[in-house]
T-cell receptor, first 117, second 115 residues
C-alpha cells in the first residue's frame, strides 16, 4: 500500500524568506511523486513531479522539490516566498508497482501555506 | 480548451434525494477520476475510469455510482444522499500514454451539502 504524510497543517513564512513544505511517503516499489496547489474555491493545479533522474525537480511559479530516497521525502521549496504563494499544497504519490497507471494518486492531507507581508 | 469542467458548482440536497454530477473534459484523455475533499483528509478517490464504458471502484465508493458512456464525460451519481456525503467533489483526467508519469488535470469542483 502507498501512503503520504504532510506533517504540518500550516506553515507560516514572511514574504521574501525561503519556504519549505514537508512531505514523506511510503511505497513498496519506486515512487512517482507530485505536488499540487489549490487556491481558494479552485481545483488543484499541478506544480511539479518526480519520476526518475535528478533529485532536484523544478516546477511552476519558481517552486522546486528535492527527492530524498533514504529519507523517503519530497519536500517542496522556494527560495523567496510571495504573498500570492499562500494556498493549500498537496503532496501525492503512486507506487510503480500499482497496476496500469490507471488508479488515482494517494494524496496527503494538505498543508496551508501562509505568506505574511 | 476549457480543460475539465464540472456542473453544477453548488448544490444543496435533502437526505434521501438523488442527483448527478457531470464532469466533461476536452483534452481527449482516456482516464478520468472522481475525488471527494473533506477538511483535514485530503482527496480520496471515489471511482475512476480507464476508458469509455469502463469504471472501477476507488477508496471510498459506497453510496456512489458512475458512468462513462462517452469518452469526454464522467458522471457521478448519488442515489440516496446522506449528510456524510457533504463534501467538495473534484473530477480529474489524465492522458493514457505513459500514464504512470502523467499528472492529472482537475476541474473546479462541486460543493455539495446534504441536509
Amino acid at each position: 500500500a502507498q501512503s503520504v504524510a504532510q506533517p504540518e497543517d500550516q506553515v507560516n513564512v514572511a514574504e521574501g524568506n525561503p519556504l519549505t513544505v514537508k512531505c514523506t511517503y511510503s511505497v513498496s516499489g519506486n515512487p512517482y511523486l507530485f505536488w499540487y496547489v489549490q487556491y481558494p474555491n479552485r481545483g488543484l493545479q499541478f506544480l511539479l513531479k518526480y519520476i526518475t533522474g535528478d533529485n532536484l525537480v523544478k516546477g511552476s511559479y519558481g517552486f522546486e522539490a528535492e527527492f530524498n530516497k533514504s529519507q523517503t521525502s519530497f519536500h517542496l521549496k522556494k527560495p523567496s516566498a510571495l504573498v500570492s504563494d499562500s494556498a493549500l499544497y498537496f503532496c501525492a504519490v503512486r507506487d510503480t508497482y500499482s497496476g496500469g497507471g490507471a488508479d488515482g494518486l494517494t494524496f496527503g492531507k494538505g498543508t496551508h501555506l501562509i505568506i505574511q507581508p | 480548451n476549457a480543460g475539465v469542467t464540472q456542473t453544477p458548482k453548488f448544490r444543496v440536497l435533502k437526505t434521501g434525494q438523488s442527483m448527478t454530477l457531470l464532469c466533461a473534459q476536452d483534452m481527449n484523455h482516456e482516464y478520468m477520476y472522481w475525488y471527494r475533499q473533506d477538511p483535514g483528509m485530503g482527496l480520496r478517490l471515489i471511482h475512476y475510469s480507464v476508458g469509455e464504458g469502463t469504471t472501477a471502484k476507488g477508496e471510498v465508493p459506497d453510496g456512489y455510482n458512475v458512468s462513462r458512456l462517452k469518452k469526454q464525460n464522467f458522471l457521478l451519481g448519488l442515489e440516496s444522499a446522506a449528510p456524510s456525503q457533504t463534501s467538495v467533489y473534484f473530477c480529474a483526467s489524465k492522458e493514457r500514454a505513459l500514464s504512470s508519469y502523467n499528472e492529472q488535470f482537475f476541474g473546479p469542483g462541486t460543493r455539495l451539502t446534504v441536509l
